[in-house]
């Protein structure tokens, strides 16, 4: 019981690799859910979790490594520590927008590290006129 809910815990453990030194290694995983496991969706609930712990790592993987260089705090300010990240997912949505929307629908091949520039060059060139551009003014209601 987890704050007055019920809770089922599924270990998972059979998910072995070869390391590159050539020694087994074994994964455990585990998960924690509200739903009654059985013999019949133990495989479904380890599967679905695996596939969006996948999921979940994959993204945060390519923000890490790939193009965001977020291995570390941008700021001690903990507000502009989540402004950093939330830019970084939108500018991940919109690179992977235009790699499988464009790129790979048009069977355009780019490696990874010329992708960014170029859509961060392809930005530049739109033509913006004044008129384009909204302002409207907003006074502040003070409390």
Not at 30 to 54: E, M, P
Not at 94 to 104: G, N, P, S, V
Request: glycine fraction near 4%; charge should be positive.
């Amino acid at each position: 019981m987890f704050q007055n809910t019920d809770v089922n815990l599924i270990y998972y453990y059979t998910e072995k690799k070869i390391k590159p030194d050539g020694k087994e290694q074994t994964t455990e995983f585990a998960w924690i859910t509200d739903i009654t496991i059985t013999k019949n969706n133990a495989r479904k609930i380890v599967n679905a979790g695996r596939n969006r712990w996948k999921i979940e790592n994959q993204g945060f993987n390519r923000q890490k490594h790939w193009q965001g260089n977020i291995e570390h705090a941008c700021s001690w300010n903990e507000q502009a520590q989540k402004n950093h990240y939330l830019m970084e997912q939108i500018a991940d949505f919109i690179k992977q927008l235009y790699e499988y929307f464009y790129l790979a629908k048009n069977e355009i091949k780019k490696l990874q590290k010329n992708i960014s520039p170029e859509l961060l060059a392809s930005f530049g060139r739109q033509l913006t006129k004044p008129e384009d551009i909204k302002v409207e003014l907003h006074s502040a209601v003070l409390n």
